[in-house]
C-alpha cells in the first residue's frame, strides 16, 4: 500500500508564491518517478512536473520559468511556485511510480487558488 500526503496549498495574489509539500510512504520500488498535476474544472488532470529519483526534471512550458520541482530521499517532492497567475488556480496532485510499472499512485490533492 502506497499513500501520498500534499500540503501547502491555499490562497495567493497574483505574483506571489507558494511551496507545496508531498511525502510519500509504503511499498515504494526505486527507482521512480515523483510526479505533480494539476486538474481545472472540466478539464482532464495535466502533468506539469516530474522529477525522477535520478534528478531527471521534465516540466511543462506552461511553468518553466516560474515553478521549480524538487525531491530529497525518503520520497519526498515539492513544487515551488513564484510568479503565480490566476491560470494556474488548479488542484494539485502528487503522484509516485516505479520505473518500469504501471501503478500511479495518487495524493488526495490540495487547492490553490491564484486571485487578487
Known amino acids: 500500500q502506497v499513500q501520498l500526503e500534499e500540503s501547502g496549498g491555499g490562497l495567493v495574489q497574483p505574483g506571489g508564491s507558494l511551496r507545496l509539500s508531498c511525502a510519500a510512504s509504503?511499498?515504494?520500488?526505486?527507482?521512480?518517478?515523483m510526479d505533480w498535476y494539476r486538474q481545472t474544472p472540466g478539464k482532464e488532470r495535466k502533468m506539469i512536473a516530474s522529477l525522477s529519483s535520478g534528478g531527471r526534471i521534465i516540466l511543462d512550458d506552461s511553468v518553466k520559468g516560474r515553478f521549480t520541482i524538487s525531491r530529497e530521499p525518503e520520497n519526498k517532492a515539492y513544487l515551488q511556485m513564484n510568479n503565480l497567475k490566476t491560470e494556474d488556480t488548479a488542484i494539485y496532485y502528487c503522484?509516485?511510480?516505479?520505473?518500469?510499472?504501471?501503478?500511479?499512485?495518487w495524493g488526495q490533492g490540495t487547492q490553490v487558488t491564484v486571485s487578487s
Open positions: 509504503g511499498n515504494i520500488s526505486s527507482p521512480n518517478f
Open positions: 503522484t509516485i511510480r516505479a520505473l518500469g510499472s504501471t501503478n500511479l499512485y
